[in-house]
């Protein structure tokens, strides 16, 4: 999971993604009897994409609940926090995510408690690989964001409701998702000399 800010319509992260690949991961990891593969992308034991985590028992050995924490002293240029999974980060930047934010909650015809569910839809449209969590806290005292003059060339959804997926997407992420555990399962299996990094 990561965090980002909105600073005068600026992306401010607010945490450093805990991937296997970062080198004080890798190690944590490493020193707790763990391995760090490549497969595709970076994974613990070569079947969790990320180092820290709630559940994923079988891992517990060798990834963390223990947060990154971060304390972050708010001013009135901040509008909002957005809090989100790797399934939304992983196809859209933090910057499309501060910018569609900002020009959802600004136009008249849609409704500002959708934006989530908005991102979640299109995150879905994207085909995500991961499950997606996303929530978003605006600063009341500090009002709304202001949209800058200069529009980005940012993907906008052109929905007045957010975006629902339809059964068949739902069904076809749930199948990718089978597909990778098979795969990871059997990869499970290959000799050990295959890309592991102590």
């Known amino acids: ?11 401010v992260p607010l ?23 490549r497969l595709g992308n970076w994974r613990v034991n070569g079947v969790l994409a990320c180092a820290r985590s709630i559940g994923d028992i079988e891992h517990f050995a060798h990834v963390t609940a223990v947060p990154d924490g971060v304390t972050h002293a708010l001013t009135r240029d901040d509008h909002f926090a957005l809090l989100a999974s790797d399934g939304l980060f992983d196809v859209i930047t933090h910057e499309q995510c501060q910018q569609i934010t900002t020009h959802w909650v600004n136009a008249t015809d849609r409704n500002p408690d959708d934006i989530a569910r908005a991102l979640v839809g299109e995150a879905l449209r994207r085909q995500t690989r991961d499950n997606i969590t996303c929530l978003i806290a605006f600063f009341a005292a500090n009002g709304p964001p202001a949209v800058r003059a200069q529009r980005p060339s940012i993907p906008m ?27 990871a399962a059997g990869a499970g299996a290959a000799p050990a000399a295959a890309g592991v990094v102590m």
């Open 1 to 11: 999971s990561e965090a980002l800010l909105e600073r005068r319509g600026r992306c």
């Open 15 to 37: 945490v450093d993604a805990h991937k296997p690949e970062r080198e004080d991961e890798r190690a944590r990891i490493a020193a707790a009897g763990g391995n760090v593969l």
């Open 157 to 183: 959804i052109p929905l007045t409701r957010p975006p629902r997926p339809s059964v068949e997407l739902v069904e076809a992420a749930r199948a990718r998702h089978e597909q990778r555990k098979a795969a």
